[in-house]
């Protein structure tokens, strides 16, 4: 009985809770499964965001990344960013879609694991640089 | 049968999502924007009203500090390239328009309306409003320095000092003029007679590199030798404090990944600040170079609070814009060691709004404006809060122009060497690696030049990019859309003016006998940019790509090796080639000044 109440509540939880975020303007999911080395792991995610942010550094990124789409990773850096993550983008799409600009985030963590040492950080290309 | 289609709704969403959307464009806009100039804002006496020059977008905008909102868009003519401006004692604004080659004057800050449109010279640069005569003077690349009555009218007044004039300062019943490449300063007295020159000195520097240099010393020192100057601007004291760039004497080896950077990172181009006395003050102090206060590439504007106790400098490579005391000024220059200068700053934080190169700043009382050109932006900052407000005018975006202003992880900008797309007039080292050579000249039909450099080796700028910038300067990946776009963005940088002829019957002479058979020029220096691009072995120790010769007079040292400081010493025994580069040897000192009047008209 649980059960059947459980099968019919959860998919309508889960619609009305994507909904809720993407109309927030912010949603992180992942989206692709982790992967990576005992030392390092990659995480993969789906950041979205508004198409006309509140946000002149973003908006900035966002609509260089939409003309050209080499300009993308600093807009996902950025994201990442706001997002509280920490390093650089190691991989980085985007796809606008009305008001929102989704944008498929991959990025390495540290697994701090003793025998590793230091993590090797991820350098975007033209280090130094930012947009 | 509800759990079913709840999860296909669900499903269906997703793809929506995924597959129905814009995909970002995989080829990049046509080319946008100029080189960085700097200095290209001010901010009215009152203090109400921002106004700042638009190279990019070709108009100049009032911006109400107060409600934060646009007053005045002024619609300027195409490639105008509105650059230094001035507010004078009635409140007109006198705009230096770099490539359009005339002073402008706006009637005042707020109303839009353009008072006049005096033409000045092929490349006015700095201005400047003098209230005792009520005129308002402007320097010239061409080496023009020009004075016109601030209300309107013709120039009452017209100099000829060097070329390459960057900023003008009245002080005292003088002037004070700067030099662009040679951060050299001019004092003219009030009859324009120049009274002295002067430039900041040259300082030690630790050789990290390794490599040596010119002047290295055997405490591993080098000379870090003043360069371009980005900025100037009085003091309260009548001092001038000037932001440039200095040139270390090192060897140029690329040692990746950190390329000239050496093994830690030292840039061989530094941010400086100088603070120099013009000649007219009593008593007369040397020109002091001042504590590292910055580190970065391309610090291009610097600015003054009202209370005259801040100054800031913004510094494009790295977007930031940093505020320190005018005591700091005091402080004496020290080599601050592996990874350049910096951490001067005594008041808060450097900034970095995130909104790319700011190249513009001014202060409104104590509260400072940034201007980002790219969204377009100001930034206003009142101590710890900050006010951003987007321009009209729409995104201005090429990443070529990007490529070029941002600088690697060892500090170095491709627009530090070639400030303004052009050159920096330093001689380099490469050592092993390339010998001698001198900077070579960015402007004026760089597509038309394939291949690159001295020797001709490098086939296209992709290829000088992934090179260049990638291995030697340590910038990594170039990315697909930088190769499309640098080259036709490079391309819409034009020569260096030439300069107005003295004597046209000397240049003609010269044109003359340029394209005799006699000396045979025209062999290799020949159709529109006159260069057959072809590589000769014209007996300067090597085979070298023929260079073009138009703006030649613009940019000394000549030859690959910067051997002749002038154009008559390319003729001389000195260097040159003798007659294996040209046949020039049975000319008279008569007919080379005629043929070196020919090739400063080109």
Known sequence: MQSVKLRRIVPQLALVGLTSVLAAGCLLEAVVPSSGSDCVTTVSKTITIATKPADPPMDLRLQNCRIDVDACTDLCALAMQRANIQGAPTKCSATFDGDLVSLGVSYQVANNNGSCGFADDVQPSNAGGGI | MITRITTGLLLAFAVVGCADGEQPSPNPPPSWGVPITGGTMIVTRDGNHAIIADPDRDRVVSFDLATNTVVADIALQPNDEPGRLVEDAAGRIHIALRRGGALLTLADATSGQIAGRRPVCAEPRGVAFDSATDLVHVACTSGELVSFPAAGGNAVRSLRLDRDLRDVIVSGTGLVVTRFRTAEMITLDAQGVIVTRAQPPVVKRFDFSGGGGGGLGSDGMIDAVPTVAWKAIPLTDGRIVMSHQRQLKTVLE????????????????????????????????????????????????????????????????????????????????????????????????????????????????????????????????????????????????????????????????????????????????????????RTQNLGGHILDRSPYHWVGDEADLPKLMDDVFGIRMGGGDVTRSQKLSLGPWLDRIPAPAAVPPIDATAVARGQQLFESSETGCVGCHNGAILTTNARVDVGTAGIFKVPSLVGVGARPPFMHSGCALTLTDRFSAICGGGDKHGHTSQLTPAQIADLVAYLESL
């Open chain 2, 254 to 437: 690329t040692k990746t990944p950190s390329g000239y950077g050496g093994d830690c990172g030292q840039s061989p181009v530094e941010a400086s600040i100088a603070v120099l006395t013009p000649g007219s003050l009593t008593p007369t102090a040397p020109p002091r170079a001042a504590k590292n206060l910055v580190s970065g590439a391309l610090p291009v504007d610097i600015a003054l609070n009202g209370a005259g106790d801040t100054i800031a400098i913004a510094v494009a490579g790295n977007h930031t814009v940093h505020q320190f005391r005018t005591t700091t000024l005091a402080m004496e220059d020290q080599d601050t060691g592996c990874g350049g200068g910096g951490g001067g700053d005594d008041v808060g934080i450097p900034i970095d709004d995130q909104l790319g190169a700011p190249t513009a700043i001014a202060y409104a009382g104590n509260k400072l404006v940034i201007y980002y050109p790219e969204l377009p932006a100001v930034v206003v900052h009142d101590g710890n809060s900050a006010k951003t407000a987007v321009l009209p005018g729409g995104l201005g975006y090429d990443s070529g122009r990007n490529l070029f202003h941002t600088q690697t992880r060892v500090g170095l900008a491709c627009a530090s060497c070639h400030p303004e797309g052009r050159e920096d007039g330093v001689v380099w080292d490469f050592g092993t690696q390339g010998g001698i050579r």
